[in-house]
């Protein structure tokens, strides 16, 4: 059985904003591996919806892309701070806030942009991946 990663997000009074918590809290509560859980937000989903256009990185797909302070796959909390949003192929995020075109609101809604709001945890030591 494969674990498929999602959210309400997109229906009224659920926004994107706390799908990080969400990804985080299967990793840290349930004990499930990042990378597990990353698979299971991305190529798995992809996989899932029929979407062989998303859910990866490669050529003729589509270039949405989350950059972040950190590795995901050693604390997935590096989800909270992204350094980089490509939507569509195009950047609409980058340091500083700093939106490097107008980017239309179905592309990427300014009341659903990452802000991180989850509480710091230790440092995972080496070896605590399950």
């Known amino acids: 059985m494969q674990l498929i990663s999602g959210s309400d997000a997109g229906v009224s009074f659920n926004t994107f904003a706390d799908y990080p918590g969400d990804l985080i809290l299967t990793v840290e509560g349930v004990g499930l591996s990042p990378v597990y859980v990353l698979k299971s937000a991305t190529s798995v989903a992809a996989e899932a919806l029929g979407r062989p256009d998303l859910g990866v990185i490669a050529p003729g797909k589509a270039a949405d892309v989350l950059a972040v302070q950190g590795n995901p796959l050693h604390d997935i909390r590096a989800l909270t701070t992204p350094q980089l949003v490509m939507a569509r192929g195009r950047v609409v995020l980058c340091p500083a ?34």
């Not at 809604?109 to 802000?115: D, K, M, Q």
């Open 97 to 130: 806030g700093r939106h490097t075109e107008k980017v239309p609101e179905e592309v990427f809604p300014s009341s659903r942009r990452l802000v991180p709001q989850y509480p710091a945890s230790p440092a995972p030591t080496a070896g605590s991946d399950p």
